[in-house]
């Protein structure tokens, strides 16, 4: 098995794809040890002393330090991955889902128009980039101009995010939709 790595806008993430799908639906992000019982794979991550954070792609791993150097870092890593799919273990523990959003999301039916355009271009534009960086980023509301996004993975937390939201994603939205103003990260 050959896992490939690439480094992302976080320093403190690193993007590992193993070659094979991850996630068959969905995405799940992972914070602390104590969330790892919904994932082996992330279990054995978390084992890995300096791991502060796991996310799950459909075809890649992003993983955060809390300590450590990379080079020091990055085999027990993909030790633990190989281990991991070689056992033809699991991704996902039996009953364990993808993340889901548990508050609604939030928008004025009046703006229902808007918000399905804002997704689109959610799906179609902006979600394959970040997610070529080892993240994620999801609607989570519409109010007064203002478009609320959840950031996931490695854009979670990245030094850049701010002007990815606002340079990259807020342009990007205002030129297709004179309603929005801004964007703002949840």
């Known amino acids: 098995?050959?896992?490939?790595?690439?480094?992302?806008?976080?320093?403190?993430?690193?993007?590992?794809?193993?070659?094979?799908?991850?996630?068959?639906?969905?995405?799940?992000?992972?914070r602390d040890p104590d969330q790892a019982e919904r994932s082996p794979l992330a279990q054995r991550l978390f084992g890995v002393n300096g791991v502060s954070g796991v996310f799950l792609g459909s075809d890649f791993i992003t993983v955060t330090k809390s300590a450590g150097e990379w080079p020091h870092l990055k085999p027990a890593i993909l030790g633990a991955i190989m281990e991991h799919f070689m056992s033809g273990a699991p991704v996902l523990s039996d009953g364990s889902r993808a993340d889901v959003i548990e508050e609604g999301e939030f928008f004025a039916p009046e703006d229902a128009q808007t918000v399905e355009t804002i997704k689109d271009l959610l799906e179609t534009r902006i979600r394959p980039a970040v997610?070529?960086?080892?993240?994620?980023?999801?609607?989570?509301?519409?109010?007064?101009?203002?478009?609320?996004?959840?950031?996931?993975?490695?854009c979670s937390g990245c030094p850049s995010s701010t002007a990815t939201l606002k340079h990259g994603i807020q342009n990007l939205l205002r030129h297709f939709l004179p309603d929005v103003r801004e964007v703002e990260a949840v």
Request: proline share 6%.
């Open 131 to 154: 997610a070529g960086d080892g993240g994620d980023i999801t609607f989570r509301g519409f109010k007064d101009g203002t478009v609320y996004l959840a950031m996931k993975g490695s």
């Open 1 to 30: 098995m050959f896992i490939q790595t690439e480094a992302t806008p976080n320093p403190a993430t690193l993007k590992f794809l193993p070659g094979r799908a991850v996630m068959a639906d969905g995405t799940l992000e992972l």
